[in-house]
């Protein structure tokens, strides 16, 4: 359940995010922006869901698989395909993620 709230959080998150880049950077319609503040509170909501003691710790955790969505977004939302450095900087980031979100704690 864990990886389908940060996965969910994740896709929202990114979602937002990209509706301002293409309102700003790409010169879409202001009207981008409307879905994507709902998506950003989506994202919210959602991460409030993630199964932590602290909220610090949630985010720390989420972080990791925001990172991999985003690699992920970058390959299939705008067609460029990850190198082997995203590739592997990603699994770094999601390894300490599960570090974060798994470790033993007395």
Do not use: N
């Not at 932590?52 to 395909?81: H, P, T």
């Not at 450095?85 to 599960?98: E, K, P, R, T």
Request: glycine share 14%; charged share 10%; hydrophobic share 60%.
């Amino acid at each position: 359940m864990t990886f389908l709230v940060y996965a969910g959080a994740a896709l929202a998150e990114i979602a937002g995010c990209f509706s301002f880049w293409a309102w700003l950077r790409l010169g879409k319609s202001p009207l981008w922006l409307v879905p994507g503040m709902g998506a950003l509170a989506l994202f919210a909501s959602l991460l409030t869901l993630a199964p932590a003691d602290a909220a610090g710790r949630a985010y720390a955790a989420y972080g990791g698989v925001y990172i991999v969505a985003s690699v992920l977004w970058l390959w299939i939302a705008e067609g460029a395909r990850p190198d082997r450095w995203d590739v592997a900087g990603a699994g770094i980031c999601l390894a300490g993620a599960a570090l974060i979100l798994l470790g033993p704690r007395g």
